[in-house]
C-alpha cells in the first residue's frame, strides 16, 4: 500500500486530498502543528474506512519536519506522494516587507518544503517512484501588492516545482503544482483534491491554476443584447449577430434544428481552443498538419437544483504522436481564455483524437 504525506494538514484542502487518496488505496500520514485537530481528521478518515495517522511538526522548525517524517517511514515505510499546503496569510505591502519578514515568510513557504522534500527524495529516488505536490496561489503568477511577502515566496516555490520537475521527470519522480486562484471552499478544496489525483496519475504536465480571480487587462470587449430568453432573439451591437434562438426540443422547445445558448457556446470555445493550439504549435515551432477542436456542451440540473454544464473538447492534431498532441493540448488548456474562464466552475474534459 501507498502512502501519501500532507505537509501542513488542516481541515479543508488537506482533508480533501487525504480523503481523495485515501479513497484510492493509500495511507494517509497527516502533518500539522496542532494535536487536537489531527485527531478529528484521523477520526473523520477513519469513518471512510482510510487508514491514517497524525504527525505534530511545524514548518517553521526544520528538525520538527525530519522527526515527523523519520515517523511517518517508521510507521508506514517510505513516502510514495508528499504534499505541501500550510496556510499563510500576511497583508503586508511590498514597501514594509523588511528582511526579517522576509525571512520568517521564506522558512514557511519555501524552506519548510525543501526541508519535507530533501526528507522524502531519497527513498524516492531509490525506489525511481514519486511524486512532490507544492500548493500554491495567485500571487505566484500575478502581482499582489497587498501581501508582498507572500509574492515573492510563492513565485519562489512555483519556480522550485518545475526546476523538480525538469530535474527529477527522468528519474520517475513527479513534481507537481496546482495554483489556488479563489477561496477554498469544501468543495473547491474537494474539485482541487480531484485535480491533483489527476496530475498524480497521468504526470503530464506540471501546473494547473485553478479559479478565475486574475486579473486582467482587457484587450477586446463583445456587446451583445438578448431579449425573450431562450425563446427569443439576440443581436450584437455592430450587426454582425442577428438570430433568432429557441430552447431545444428537450427542455421543451419546438421541432427541428434552431440555434440555442449552447450552440453558441461550443462554437465560441472550440474556436477559442483552437485558437489557443495553433498559438502554442506556433511557438514551440512543430509541424503539425490542420487542428480541429470539436466542443461538446452539455447542459443539465446539479445537485443543488439548479443547472449547470459539462464540457467535452474532442481535438485533433494531425501529424504528431499522441503523447505530443496531448501535451499540446494540455498548454492550450492553460491559455485558452474560455478555460481559464470556467475552469473550477464548470467540469471540461480533453480527449485527444
Known amino acids: 500500500m501507498k502512502t501519501i504525506a500532507i505537509i501542513g494538514a488542516g481541515p479543508g484542502l488537506g482533508l480533501s486530498v487525504a480523503k481523495t487518496f485515501g479513497r484510492n488505496g493509500f495511507r494517509v500520514a497527516l502533518i500539522a502543528r496542532r494535536k487536537e485537530s489531527l485527531g478529528k481528521m484521523v477520526a473523520s478518515l477513519k469513518s471512510l474506512g482510510i ?67 530533501q526528507q522524502v527524495l531519497p527513498d524516492m529516488i531509490k525506489n525511481k517512484n514519486g511524486a512532490i505536490l507544492l500548493t500554491g496561489g495567485r500571487s505566484s503568477i500575478t502581482p499582489m501588492p497587498m501581501i508582498g511577502s507572500l509574492s515573492l515566496m510563492a513565485a519562489a516555490l512555483r519556480n522550485y516545482t518545475y526546476i523538480l ?66 425563446n427569443g432573439h439576440v443581436k450584437s451591437d455592430n450587426g454582425v449577430l442577428d438570430i433568432q434562438v429557441r430552447a431545444p426540443q428537450s427542455l421543451g422547445g419546438p421541432k427541428g434544428d434552431y440555434l440555442n445558448p449552447e450552440i453558441l457556446f461550443a462554437g465560441g470555445y472550440a474556436a477559442c481552443f483552437d485558437n489557443a493550439l495553433l498559438n502554442i504549435i506556433r511557438a514551440e515551432k512543430i509541424k503539425a498538419g490542420t487542428t480541429s477542436v470539436t466542443a461538446e456542451v452539455s447542459l443539465g440540473k446539479n445537485e443543488k437544483g439548479g443547472y449547470g454544464l459539462e464540457i467535452t473538447l474532442k481535438i485533433k492534431v494531425p501529424g504528431v504522436e499522441h503523447s505530443v498532441a496531448e501535451e499540446l493540448a494540455n498548454k492550450a488548456h492553460q491559455v485558452c481564455p474560455y478555460s481559464n474562464a470556467t475552469r473550477g466552475n464548470v467540469e471540461v474534459k480533453l480527449i485527444v483524437i
Do not use: H
Open 165 to 230: 520537475n525538469e530535474e527529477l521527470a527522468e528519474k520517475g519522480i513527479y513534481s507537481g503544482t496546482v495554483t489556488v486562484c479563489c477561496q477554498i471552499t469544501p468543495d473547491i478544496a474537494d474539485q482541487i483534491a480531484a485535480l491533483y489525483w489527476d496530475m498524480y496519475q497521468k504526470r503530464n504536465r506540471v501546473e494547473e491554476i485553478f479559479g478565475n480571480n486574475l486579473r486582467m487587462e482587457k484587450m477586446y470587449t463583445a456587446i451583445a443584447t438578448a431579449t425573450g430568453g431562450r
Open 51 to 117: 487508514e491514517s495517522k497524525g504527525f505534530v511538526a511545524d514548518v517553521m522548525d526544520e528538525q520538527s519536519i525530519i522527526n515527523a517524517l523519520l515517523s511517518v517511514s517508521t510507521e508506514y515505510g517510505s513516502v510514495d506522494v508528499l504534499e505541501y499546503s500550510p496556510i499563510n496569510m500576511e497583508f503586508i505591502p511590498p514597501s514594509q516587507v523588511t528582511t526579517a519578514i522576509a525571512k520568517r515568510t521564506f522558512e514557511f513557504q519555501v524552506l519548510g518544503a525543501i526541508a519535507s522534500v
